[in-house]
T-cell receptor
């Protein structure tokens, strides 16, 4: 039973356009959501997060949207840059398991120059 | 600022051998996680510790896997005996426990190949 799902294994966009990465979850206890970015031969690094009391969080070119009723979140990157090419993991956690996160399988984003 | 340090970065060994992976978390972090990444199963949590105590080891695939955290600055993940299906990238991560709002800090992983 996969509680966090990223249904698109890969996504390709043109430089300067918007990248939209999607994530769905099933556990209604999740109250915090995070996106991580991973380059080859490196560990994932934290990118942006959102609490369940919010529906949007923005940090520069990165914005995360949360739709609690649909149990869906998305990461928008505008404008996309070639350096954004990486694997993006969605993760979710709940306060009853403080510190523990459940990860999706990741989406490989390729930004073409 | 030293991040999470894992060693070795690469390990190639023959089936049946014992493998020990090492992790040094970020100083001051009191939660530590071991993950395994494979093409088939993505990034899966094996075990995590809070204040050096194992909290949830339900992700450990079988008894051949064991993990220890003898002190706040060191953890090991051991596989004995190793099998080819254990080949994967193993990540260690640490964070500050307290609430769910803390991102994890990952090491660069150990790429394990069992022949």
């Amino acid at each position: 039973d996969q509680q966090v799902k990223q249904n698109s294994p890969s996504l390709s966009v043109q430089e300067g356009r918007i990248s939209i990465l999607n994530c769905d979850y099933t556990n209604s206890m999740f109250d915090y959501f995070l996106w991580y970015k991973k380059y080859p031969a490196e560990g994932p690094t934290f990118l942006i997060s959102i609490s369940s009391i919010k529906d949007k969080n923005e940090d520069g070119r990165f914005t995360v949207f949360l739709n609690k009723s649909a149990k869906h979140l998305s990461l928008h990157i505008v404008p996309s840059q070639p350096g954004d090419s990486a694997v993006y993991f969605c993760a979710a956690s709940d306060r009853t398991n403080a510190g523990k996160s459940t990860f999706g399988d990741g989406t490989t984003l390729t930004v073409k120059p | 600022d030293a991040g999470v340090i894992q060693s070795p970065r690469h390990e190639v060994t023959e089936m049946g051998q014992e493998v020990t992976l090492r992790c040094k978390p970020i100083s001051g972090h009191n939660s530590l996680f071991w993950y395994r990444q494979t093409m088939m199963r993505g990034l899966e949590l094996l075990i995590y510790f809070n204040n050096n105590v194992p909290i949830d080891d339900s992700g450990m695939p079988e008894d051949r896997f064991s993990a220890k955290m003898p002190n706040a600055s060191f953890s090991t993940l051991k596989i004995q005996p190793s099998e080819p299906r254990d080949s994967a990238v193993y990540f260690c991560a640490s964070t500050l426990r307290g609430n769910s709002n803390q991102p994890q800090h990952f090491g660069d992983g150990t790429r394990l190949s069992i022949l």
